[in-house]
């Protein structure tokens, strides 16, 4: 490819944070590289940031400046890159973007959970790239496999590790024993965890890229508000100690799945929640800060990603792919693929889905206790897998694994459960998956 | 995407054995799902076939021909796909398709492993697709992730297991313990092997695959003829034995590899063999007909792509991957990634690669021999990892695992203990891959 005279291709990056300072260090770096592979050389044109005069290395500060919506209207700024986070003034300014025509580059889950819509409407309107490999699992390619490798097939199932933070404290939990919040407290010294977690422990994040792979695995849209989350704040290392007991570990998972009614109507469901997953499943093994993600379609099978999740060098990796791209493009005269959102799936909620449950219960320690639960159990149509007592005096700890049921009769047994003389409390209630019963 | 009006895409399949006939199927089947990924329909012009009076189940018998080329030229195909497999007719095919302004997509390894260079000009020439995701793991997505995602990194290795053949084989030996020729003819009845397997055992079809991987991860040139290759009939239920005593499996691994010299000039190491990995190493839980890449770059770090290498139904999974967009392409007026050879980095010999060895061998068992045998290692520089001895009267087993040195270092040491007195066979050498040290 021969870029003799070809004009260059302007870059304007927005925030200077881990990713953004990686993406300036590579692009400074590996010019050469990255000139011979898009056919023209890529030049930063400016880095809006909200401190113009705090120094940073490596980079000249002629070219910081503080206001990002100038930046961003240069004529000379052909592809935008977006690492400022959450949803304003991200959206605007990347609206301004497609509208003068620049291709964008985000790493912003959020606003491509909730936004990407309009934004994706916006870029077809004025045919423009907007890429966002770096929203999802960070240096793992997922959304461009997703769209363009299996775009010949039909998903029916994504499921995922996709919160580092998350997964690092429940891997630490497995290995050590250790409480949640002592855990939690030495993610943050790590840096594994930011000094408010909430976004992580509580599953937004999760359930952010949860929609956006929901809406390209489906072809519709789903936005973060579709998916049912809960967090792993509760979960205790008793229950990681009784997952273990039953060959299992425990994930926060992304799962995005497409349901077929008996009536052949489709509908998609999307779900952040604490799991148990087998231990010889490929997920149960992904610890740490490491995500994973596995699709399976109807024809290419069950396919793994793996990779690392989080970080400035891997993000900024999947962000230096998608903007080659767009370079090239500009280049070439073409563009990526569009939204395709044709099939408009609707949204099932979390009680049509079909789950299994761990249930931890304590309960009196007397003849005929389990015969009792276990027909709360059958009243609701669920059927019981595996049941583990061990008493303990007066009381005894009874823990029941379903089979497959709606997770409106399993969480209408659970609420029954509580409500029976014979058992003290339910301790503990969580989802099994990755198995086929 | 709306494709009111929109012109079809007209598609030539080329060959109808497991994978044309899962391609046409999908077309088929999906035709409904194509057309709104597409914004436009995509029609099965003609199938050609070496028999077209064979009744085959699915298809219209008006759509067979035995006249390839005629297909190829009808000016109603937009596409072809080619699934022929071998260098010629497929070639020569390929070359007219491209030339008459069509997109080509082939899962041919064996003709894209040594002709990608003179198909992939004539494709920019054109300027039209060719696309091959098919050529390499089956369904699993490495082309496009390499090509795309990776587009604005640095690769520095690719290793993986690329053939499912010899990957049974090996998983068979190492969990039944059964002989080489009894798992193959197991593999032969079950559809595993070919009746004639020479492709697959002696490692032509990943080396085929290797120079695929290291052409694009390396955006060099590299055909199969500069990969160093090996196969796996030399394998013995010892070896499996043995690997299994040091935590290690073994695998036919296809590794491409940066080198950089002391002077900072890069050069390419290019390589197919059986190799012991660590049972830790995410490779050696990859059993039976799967597949698995792992790719380590300079800022994404380690990525692993996990799924079915062969078959039907997932290799036309990835042949549809690469339809749907190139069908898009043609909608749209852009086209895909032209392949980037900038780099051209030259090849090293096997000679220069650094790797470790386990030698296994039969000694005389008397004082003086592990001194003797260690002085030869010693003598070429190469440092002692491991050592395990078993005696067994007159002679004892010696096996020994090095540290990383050249492959010459390596092997010149073990000729040279095939001259000691005291050494009374080298019975086994393998590579060992997959550790830091």
Not at 28 to 45: K, L, Y
Not at 72 to 97: K, M, Q, S
Not at 288 to 313: D, H, K, T
Request: net charge negative; with cysteine; glycine share 8%.
């Amino acid at each position: 490819m021969s870029d003799t005279g070809a004009r260059p291709i302007g870059v304007a990056v927005l925030g200077m944070g881990n990713v953004g300072t990686e993406v300036v260090r590579i692009l400074t770096e590996s010019a050469d590289d990255i000139r011979s592979r898009v056919g023209a050389p890529v030049q930063v044109r400016g880095v809006a940031v909200r401190d113009a005069a705090k120094t940073r290395a490596g980079i000249d500060p002629a070219l910081l400046t503080t206001d990002a919506a100038a930046l961003v209207a240069r004529d000379d700024v052909d592809i935008v890159v977006e690492l400022v986070g959450g949803i304003e003034p991200a959206r605007t300014l990347i609206r301004a973007a497609l509208e003068s025509g620049k291709s964008v580059i985000t790493a912003n889950k959020a606003l491509m959970a909730v936004h990407a819509g309009e934004l994706s409407e916006a870029a077809a309107r004025h045919r423009v790239d907007l890429y966002f490999e770096a929203a999802v699992a960070g240096a793992i390619p997922v959304i461009r496999p997703l769209t363009q490798s299996l775009a010949g097939d039909s998903v029916n199932r994504v499921a995922g590790i996709v919160n580092g933070t998350t997964n690092y404290i429940l891997s630490e939990m497995a290995e050590t024993g250790a409480d949640y919040h002592d855990v939690l407290a030495e993610a943050g010294r790590l840096g594994y965890a930011e000094a408010d977690p909430t976004a992580d422990v509580e599953g937004y994040d999760a359930a952010a890229k949860a929609a956006i792979l929901a809406s390209i695995a489906f072809h519709s849209r789903v936005t973060a508000d579709d998916v049912h989350r809960e967090g792993i704040t509760d979960i205790t290392p008793a229950d990681l100690d009784a997952a273990a007991k039953f060959d299992c570990t425990v994930k926060l998972l992304a799962i995005c799945e497409r349901m077929t009614d008996a009536d052949g109507a489709e509908r998609i469901s999307a779900r952040v929640y604490p799991a148990l997953i087998p231990l010889e499943h490929p997920l149960a093994t992904v610890n740490g800060a490491f995500n994973a993600v596995v699709v399976e379609s109807e024809n290419a099978g069950r396919l793994m990603f793996y990779g690392q999740g989080a970080g400035g060098a891997p993000t900024a990796a999947a962000v230096m792919g998608d903007l080659v791209m767009a370079a090239r493009n500009r280049v070439n005269g073409g563009r990526g693929p569009l939204e395709s959102t044709y099939a408009s799936l609707p949204i099932a909620s979390i009680d049509e889905a079909q789950t299994r449950y761990y249930v931890s219960m304590r309960v009196a320690d007397r003849p005929g206790v389990l015969a009792q639960v276990a027909g709360e159990f059958a009243k609701q149509g669920v059927s019981i897998s595996a049941v583990r007592q061990e008493g303990a005096g007066e009381e005894a700890r009874l823990i029941v694994v379903t089979h497959r049921a709606t997770d409106r009769a399993q969480s209408e047994t659970v609420a029954a459960l509580e409500q029976m003389d014979s058992v003290i409390k339910v301790s503990s209630v969580l989802r099994l998956e990755g198995t086929n019963d």
